[in-house]
């Protein structure tokens, strides 16, 4: 199965920056919910890592 994690992080998109917002079933979820949030801005960029779930791996 796969999961989408959504993160928010500044515009260099720099690991350390990343803040964790939540696990979703699709993308267009997590994108509508980035939406609803207000995680677009113009000092901060959405991040949507697509996972496989029972993996393990380094993200």
Known sequence: MTVFILFQTDIHRTRA???????????ALAMDHAKENGL???DAKVVIIE????????V
Do not use: L, M
């Open 40 to 42: 677009y801005t113009h």
């Open 51 to 58: 996972c496989e779930t029972d993996k393990f791996d380094e």
């Open 17 to 27: 920056s990343r803040a964790f917002f939540g696990v979703f079933t699709s993308e």
